[in-house]
């Protein structure tokens, strides 16, 4: 499995506009991932085809996790978009997401295809990894499966939109709250997605928040996903960009609060410290509870790039 890189900020591009494409390059996401899907017409995929791996081969994408989405297996595209997309820049690809999938076989028929054309082209077989996306009842009641169907499968993402409408939910706003529910609609399905990603061991990324223009609206919807430990979301709007990355990433307070109780958990547990199971910062006690539980905030605050602004200091004796 590929190292799973941080994934706060996932942005769609239309493969189906060369000047998106180019402006894209000038963002600041984690990850952007050119849609041959949804945003891009039946008439119009072929040249998207063309599009994309022009766009990939010509570069410039600096640190971002580069990343194709084809369509699904129940279309007539999927293997053209592969094939043509791999044959073409596969060396430039670090992801394929795959759509509206329904049970482990649909992951494992891309890892077969992938592999084929990776042999085919002189690349390193696995190299590139599978995003599955999550978007109607049968997906969900197989995430698990579906999680752990390929080495390759990095992300689980979910899609709101087709699985409202696979669900006849009695609304058309996508990622906002509906004022007849009292609650959040999604939070099953989205607890559902996390814990099969995390029991797999990949990451879990929320959907888009249509409204591109309300990005308070936005910020709302994304603090409710990673409040639950989400790993980031999908932005369709450059606006939309820097809200995801702040929300997803720890606060400074936590971030600081995090480290500290790494150094002194640590400090504890050593020779120096007295070899305790447990200890006190300040009026807090922790253990090794409190150590897993500062890792993951530690860990989204260095994958964010963040620095500390304290430092630990060992209690006098």
Not at 77 to 95: F, K, N, P, S
Not at 115 to 127: F, S
Not at 217 to 223: D, E, I, P, S, Y
Not at 246 to 274: C, K, M, N, R
Request: glycine residues 8%; proline residues 5%.
């Amino acid at each position: 499995m590929a190292e799973l890189r941080s994934r706060r900020s996932n942005l769609a591009v239309p493969g189906s506009n060369p000047r998106f494409l180019e402006k894209a390059k000038g963002l600041r996401p984690d990850q952007v991932f050119l849609d041959l899907e949804d945003a891009c017409a039946p008439l119009a995929k072929p040249a998207a085809r063309k599009n994309i791996v022009a766009a990939l081969n010509e570069g410039g994408w600096g640190p971002k996790i580069r990343a194709v989405r084809v369509n699904g297996w129940t279309t007539e595209w999927t293997y053209r978009d592969v094939i043509e997309v791999v044959d073409g820049a596969g060396a430039e690809l670090d992801c394929v997401v795959l759509p509206k999938v329904a049970d482990a076989g649909e992951v494992r028929a891309l890892d077969l295809l992938l592999a084929q054309v990776e042999r085919a082209n002189g690349l390193d077989v696995g190299r590139i990894g599978i995003e599955a996306q999550i978007e109607d009842a049968r997906g969900l009641v197989n995430v698990s499966a579906i999680a752990s169907a390929s080495p390759r499968v990095e992300t689980l993402v979910f899609g709101p939109a087709d699985f409202m409408a696979s669900m006849n939910m009695k609304t058309l706003a996508v990622g906002t709250l509906h004022p007849d529910y009292p609650g959040d609609p999604f939070h099953h399905v989205l607890m559902t997605i996390l814990v099969a990603a995390r029991a797999a061991g990949v990451q879990a990324i929320d959907g888009p928040f249509l409204q591109v223009r309300d990005v308070d609206g936005f910020r709302a919807a994304a603090r409710r996903s990673a409040v639950l430990g989400f790993d980031g979301k999908w932005v369709l709007h450059p606006d939309q960009i820097e809200a995801a990355n702040e929300v997803f990433a720890p606060s400074q307070e936590d971030y600081d609060h995090a480290e500290l109780i790494l150094d002194a958990y640590d400090w504890s547990t050593s020779a120096a410290g007295g070899a305790k199971g447990s200890a006190m910062l300040g009026d807090e006690m922790i253990d090794e509870a409190s150590r897993a539980m500062a890792l993951v905030i530690a860990g989204k605050g260095r994958a964010a790039g963040m620095s500390r602004t304290s430092s630990f200091t060992p209690p006098q004796a």
